[in-house]
């Protein structure tokens, strides 16, 4: 798989975790006494940068050799960059 092929499969998974967060936020601010949360946007942040990391993870997994650390690398690289974009759309701002 390319470096840009798996950029493009990273920013389907981001986009499709980002298009979901209005849910995730209703339904965290309707059961926050039960979830134990605090902050629901910084919860949801997690529940995407998990989705992101873990949906790549297990594309690269799928391949037919194991991912190489450099490949592990390169999506963390890939998903980390796009942290700004991601906290700006659940409203947390570029903390």
Same mark, same amino acid.
């Given at each position: 798989?390319?470096?840009?092929e =798996?950029? *493009? =499969?990273?920013?389907?998974? =981001? *986009? /499709?975790?980002? $298009?979901? $967060? ?6 965290? @601010?309707? *059961? ?10 910084? %919860? ?8 992101? =990391?873990?949906? /790549?993870?297990? %594309? $690269?997994s799928?391949?037919? @050799? ?7 690398? @390169?999506? &963390?690289? +890939? +998903?980390? @960059?796009?942290?700004?974009? +991601? &906290?700006? &759309? +659940?409203? $947390?701002?570029n903390?």
């Amino acid at each position: 798989m390319s470096e840009e092929e =798996l950029e *493009n =499969l990273i920013e389907q998974t =981001l *986009n /499709s975790a980002i $298009l979901t $967060l209005p849910a995730y936020l209703d339904e965290i @601010k309707e *059961n926050k006494q039960t979830l134990k949360v605090e902050d629901p946007k910084e %919860f949801v942040y997690g529940m995407v940068m998990g989705m992101a =990391l873990g949906m /790549s993870g297990a %594309f $690269l997994s799928a391949q037919k @050799k194991a991912p190489t650390p450099e490949d592990q690398i @390169k999506v &963390r690289d +890939i +998903i980390y @960059k796009n942290i700004p974009q +991601i &906290r700006e &759309r +659940i409203g $947390l701002g570029n903390n």
